[in-house]
């Protein structure tokens, strides 16, 4: 009995076939803890993911151009706090969490503030998750957190001076087609719809019987298009302001006239533009001007008067560009005349581009639309006088003096030939959008 015993003692001492199930329940404990952590790390992962994405959310779409901070901001002349971005943030951070579940929110922070022309959005966000499994390990919770920047350059406010060429050149018809009508339908060949208060029967009101456009009938209605173009444009009621300026109501009192002061009214302006006209003159010769009806020596000095020293953009600094519209032909005395007529007082030649200079200087950029000054070969005083200089070396525009002056006058990129006339809206649309473009750029 004692020797069977000892024999089930030793039997059980040495037997080793249960040691492997001791061992995996030993090993099971580390196991199911790490995959315990790892179901709790990915389910805060996945929570705070979410609350990131609500704080991306918020932060950008707190700033939007359609926000209320943005619109805001406009109207502010100082730096500092939104208080309607920080209600905005909060609101569209909660819309994007609002079925999220299993965490508790500690706290969101959003700040909306603008700085110069910059808006920024930052929304932090902080948050617990409650652990399942790493409570064995005394980790009841985990914490969540996440912040979120987005910034948004604001547009800038910018006032336009357009100084409008409506000298007589500008009656000339806009089209070869205009131009060829006009000729057969004058005595003398002529082009030109000239405004004569002194001949009833004049070339203007034969344009209008003959239902020819001129190029100042084709610069009045640009010039109301580019109205529309600039209040479908503008974030704010008041980004963009308007000045329009001519040559003059007639040769009698010819010198710069403003049909419009600067102002935000954008309709008011485009009601002012449709009274763009030719200026009228008074026979051969005329007695107030001799003819010399296109002044560009006086006007540039006038109108770089009218424009203040540009500013940063600001709604209380406006950036400053003025918008000129002209064939470039100067018709005036000699004095500052780059080609005056041999044997008389009297000069006709392309546009002093030095006189652009000044305001350049001061920083208020340039647009230049050249209307294209349409060869005459039916009229002697163009031929005579004009076509000279209106040819290139290797033939007529682009390369003719007159062109290139224009083009030294503008500020660089602002630039525009139009040729034939009907081109003038969708040149004066196309400068108006790249000087907003230009101005965000390098604003």
């Known amino acids: 009995m004692r020797a069977a015993l000892s024999t089930i003692i030793r039997r059980f001492v040495h037997d080793r076939r249960g040691n492997i199930a001791v061992?995996?329940?030993?090993?099971?404990?580390?196991?199911?803890?790490?995959?315990?952590?790892?179901?709790?790390?990915s389910r805060a992962t996945q929570t705070r993911a979410k609350l990131q994405a609500a704080a991306d959310a918020a932060s950008v779409g707190?700033?939007?151009?359609?926000?209320?901070?943005?619109?805001a901001a406009g109207t502010m002349t100082s730096d500092g706090s939104i208080s309607v971005g920080v209600t905005d943030a909060n609101n569209i951070f909660n819309a994007n969490r609002a079925n999220l579940t299993g965490y508790t929110l500690n706290s969101v922070t959003p700040t909306v503030v603008k700085t110069?022309?910059?808006?920024?959005?930052?929304?932090?966000?902080?948050?617990?998750i409650n652990?399942?499994?790493?409570?064995?390990?005394?980790?009841?919770?985990?914490?969540?957190?996440?912040?979120?920047?987005?910034?948004?350059?604001?547009?800038?406010?910018i006032d336009f001076y357009l100084l409008l060429d409506n000298s007589p050149s500008m009656g000339v018809a806009a089209t070869p087609d205009d131009v060829t009508k006009m000729v057969n339908?004058?005595?003398?060949?002529?082009?030109?719809?000239?405004?004569?208060?002194?001949?009833?029967?004049?070339?203007?009101n034969l344009a209008k019987t003959l239902g020819v456009t001129t190029r100042i009938d084709v610069l009045r209605s640009a010039t109301q298009s580019l109205m529309d173009t600039a209040a479908a444009t503008q974030t704010y009621s008041n980004q963009f302001r308007m000045a329009i300026y001519d040559f003059g109501a007639s040769s009698k009192t010819i010198g710069l006239r403003a049909l419009f002061s600067l102002s935000s009214s954008l309709s008011s302006a485009k009601t002012a533009a449709g009274n763009i006209d030719l200026m009228g003159v008074y026979g051969n010769n005329d007695i107030y001007t001799k003819d010399q009806d296109t002044q560009f020596s006086t006007l540039f000095p006038a109108i770089s008067n009218e424009i203040p020293n540009p500013g940063s953009g600001t709604s209380n600094s406006p950036l400053k560009y003025l918008f000129f519209v002209s064939d470039g032909v100067a018709d005036e005395s000699n004095a500052g005349c780059l080609?005056?007529?041999s044997g008389s007082s009297r000069c006709q030649s392309p546009l002093n581009a030095s006189l652009c200079k000044a305001m350049?200087?001061?920083?208020?950029?340039?647009?230049v639309l050249y209307t294209t000054y349409l060869?005459?070969?039916t009229n002697k005083w163009y031929m005579d006088w004009i076509d000279p200089f209106n040819q290139g070396p290797f033939g007529p525009s682009p390369n003719s003096q007159v062109a290139q002056n224009m083009q030294s006058c503008a500020s660089p990129g602002f630039y525009f030939e139009v040729s034939p006339t009907q081109g003038i809206a969708d040149a004066m649309n196309a400068l108006f959008k790249k000087a907003v473009a230009d101005a965000r750029i390098s604003g």
């Open 23 to 41: 061992i995996f329940a030993l090993g099971c404990v580390p196991l199911i803890t790490a995959v315990g952590c790892a179901v709790d790390y």
């Open 62 to 71: 707190s700033i939007a151009k359609a926000s209320p901070a943005f619109k």
């Open 116 to 128: 110069g022309s910059t808006v920024t959005s930052t929304v932090a966000f902080n948050a617990t």
């Open 131 to 157: 652990t399942m499994f790493l409570g064995l390990i005394g980790k009841t919770a985990l914490a969540l957190t996440g912040t979120s920047k987005a910034t948004a350059s604001m547009p800038l406010y």
């Open 185 to 204: 339908n004058t005595s003398d060949k002529c082009a030109f719809a000239c405004h004569d208060y002194n001949d009833s029967k004049n070339y203007y």
């Open 339 to 341: 080609k005056p007529l």
């Open 360 to 367: 350049k200087d001061r920083g208020v950029k340039i647009a």
């Open 375 to 377: 060869k005459l070969p």
